[in-house]
């Protein structure tokens, strides 16, 4: 089963639009943390926002929100006021334990998002 | 903010040689670095973590013969694909984290092309 599925390849939105870009993870790691990352396309991956398991609060950083909703074990991408630079691919990362030694992220297949003017 | 960078940017090989990528952390000490490698339009696959000064730890599948891994050093990790091949073209990240904290900072990455 995948760790982190995100079903949508692709999205249209209409510039100054909020948009939500769909996460959904599986683990029974009791502490891991939730990463969203972005990746125009020159290659660079940029990090958005992270979310920790423990975390009673939903992330958010600027025009970044992290919809957690651990029940159901989502944690979607929301993004306000969308502008054209923000069209990239989109991917959702998880990193299970509590962090050091051997925890790198397994990502989601990602959504390419466009921006339309 | 943290920086990190890769070296080089792309490089083109023949088949059968090795080629080096570097990996450093510019302003933070990264006591483990990771090995991404990204195929066009698929999403990224970790392939080894390393711990500064230890032997890295692959993910299953990836060849440790293949893929040379050192962290000789808190800002420099290098991966070193030996004999390349065709299927090993691919776009290679690094990222590196400094002691127990949650982010890690990616590299630019390294378009390798085997001919």
């Known amino acids: 089963a995948q760790k982190i599925t995100q079903t949508q390849p692709g999205m249209f939105v209409q510039e100054k639009e909020a948009v939500t870009l769909d996460c959904t993870y599986d683990?029974?790691?009791?502490?891991?943390?939730l990463f969203w990352y972005k990746q125009p396309s020159s290659g660079e991956m940029i990090f958005l926002i992270y979310?920790?398991?423990?975390?009673?609060q939903n992330a958010t950083e600027g025009r970044y929100s992290l919809n957690f909703q651990k029940a159901r074990k989502s944690a979607n991408l929301v993004i306000s006021a969308s502008q054209l630079g923000d069209s990239a691919m989109y991917f959702c990362a998880m990193r299970e334990g509590r962090g050091g030694g051997a925890d790198g992220l397994t990502f989601g297949k990602g959504t390419h998002l466009i921006i339309q003017p | 903010g943290a920086v990190v960078s890769q070296h080089p940017s792309w490089v083109i090989c023949k088949s059968g040689t090795s080629v080096k990528i570097e990996c450093r952390s510019l302003d933070f000490q990264a006591t483990t670095m990771f090995w991404y490698r990204q195929f066009p339009k698929q999403s990224l696959m970790l392939m080894a973590t390393s711990n500064e000064g230890s032997k890295a730890t692959y993910e299953q599948g990836v060849e440790k013969d293949k893929f040379l891994i050192n962290h000789a050093s808190l800002t420099l990790s290098t991966l070193t694909v030996t004999s390349a091949h065709p299927e090993d073209s691919s776009f290679y990240i690094c990222?590196?984290?400094?002691?127990?904290?949650?982010?890690?900072?990616f590299g630019p990455g390294t378009r390798l092309t085997v001919t």
């Open positions: 683990t029974s790691d009791p502490s891991y943390g």
């Open positions: 990222s590196a984290r400094s002691g127990a904290a949650y982010e890690q900072y």
């Open positions: 979310q920790g398991s423990y975390d009673q």
